[in-house]
């Protein structure tokens, strides 16, 4: 099976392995001898010295975490979005009582930098911006090296959604010097779901001391104070842990520059195919066209359920469809983690023979 959605994302064997271990104490020697294992190693991903907290969550429960853990009610924060993700997160701090200032752009735009700088010119009010890296459902990365410049310049933080970019896109968090950055485990980690990471800036602890939203399972301030000595303030999605420290191995030996170079590749590959068919991304600007999902707009006469449901049955390939509003209208290949050009070549030579059958 070719599980080519945006995540989950297929695990090597190697983390399979260790994920069907005995499990051991969360609060004994052997878990915090991993857990202080691994968060250097998570640190190198992210390529920052800021704190990176583990927790175990989806990648909602990540963004939930950056809002109540950095504002208070009332707060005024630019939300920006391009897609579901981007709405998500601006929802998320809505409903916390924060004061969305939305910047919305339509699907398969990628942000102005310009407009962040308009937006928060006109509403210098503004405590955060919050932004996602890679919006999943369109298929487009953001340029978030100057969308971040722009917020610094401006003297905000910025709290980032990269569940499904950070260990597959570049993202060096403190060159950008991002506050609070997110991913999840099921993406490009090539591990199940059930962790979150999250890195903090200085500035973010700053802001978290001041902070009032309310929070108890997702406040820093335990997370921290637990991650001293290795371990988590509740009890961990300990499996995950064990794959993580696996998987961690793995993306170091192979090396960041190597990882995006591959991912680059990969969706090279994507994107020439979906060219190839006289098909067009959704992302408007290839430049901007993502290289951890590609998002491709289903023409009229294209029933893209029953392309995803031949691809499925008839190939053994499972991509995604369009989300919310987008469905039926888009199909999305996923292409990070463990992902190389001869996955993606079989991929592409299976939907070959499943697109003619979804001519309505
Ligand atoms: N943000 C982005 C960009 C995502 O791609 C996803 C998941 O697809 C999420 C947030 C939400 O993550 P989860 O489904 O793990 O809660």
Redesign the pocket.
């Known amino acids: 099976m070719q599980l080519r959605i945006?995540?989950p994302t297929p695990c090597p064997d190697e983390v399979l392995r260790a994920i069907g271990r005995q499990m051991i104490n969360h609060r004994g020697k052997e878990f915090g001898e991993m857990t202080n294992r691994i968060i250097p190693k998570l640190k190198q991903c992210f390529q920052t010295k800021n704190e990176v907290v583990i927790l175990s969550?989806?990648?909602?429960?990540?963004?939930e975490s950056a809002v109540v853990n950095m504002l208070s009610p009332g707060d005024k924060v630019l939300g920006i979005s391009i897609g579901i993700?981007g709405d998500?997160?601006a929802e998320c701090a809505k409903v916390y009582g924060a004061e969305v200032i939305p910047l919305k752009y339509e699907w398969g735009r990628a942000v102005d930098p310009d407009d962040v700088k308009k937006a928060l010119k006109e509403n210098p009010g503004v405590r955060a911006v919050m932004v996602?890296?890679?919006?999943?459902?369109t298929g487009v990365t953001n340029p978030l090296k100057e969308i971040a410049k722009v917020v610094k310049d401006a003297d905000k933080l910025i709290l980032v959604?990269?569940?499904?970019?950070l260990s597959s896109i570049d993202l060096p968090v403190d060159a950008w010097d991002l506050d609070v950055v997110?991913t999840?485990s099921?993406?490009g980690w090539m591990v199940p779901?059930g962790l979150?990471f999250v890195s903090i800036s200085e500035r973010g602890w700053k802001a978290h001391a001041e902070a009032k939203m309310p929070r108890f399972y997702f406040d820093f301030s335990r997370a921290k104070k637990f991650a001293a000595d290795g371990q988590t303030p509740w009890t961990p999605t300990v499996p995950v842990f064990f794959g993580m420290d696996v998987a961690l191995d793995m993306m170091l030996k192979e090396g960041l520059p190597n990882i995006f170079a591959r991912h680059a590749r990969v969706a090279g590959k994507a994107r020439a195919w979906v060219k190839s068919k006289g098909l067009q991304l959704l992302s408007a600007d290839e430049k901007f066209a993502s290289n951890t999902v590609t998002a491709v707009k289903a023409p009229d006469d294209m029933d893209v359920a029953r392309f995803t449901s031949t691809l499925r049955d008839e190939y053994k390939v499972v991509i995604a469809g369009g989300q919310g509003g987008m469905k039926g209208k888009v199909f999305r290949i996923g292409h990070l983690g463990l992902v190389s050009e001869k996955d993606m070549d079989e991929v592409l030579a299976a939907m070959d023979k499943a697109l003619p059958k979804a001519k309505k």
């Open positions: 945006p995540g969550t989806s990648g909602t429960g990540g963004l993700f998500r997160f996602t890296h890679n919006e999943t459902s959604d990269a569940v499904s970019s997110v999840g099921q993406k779901p979150a």
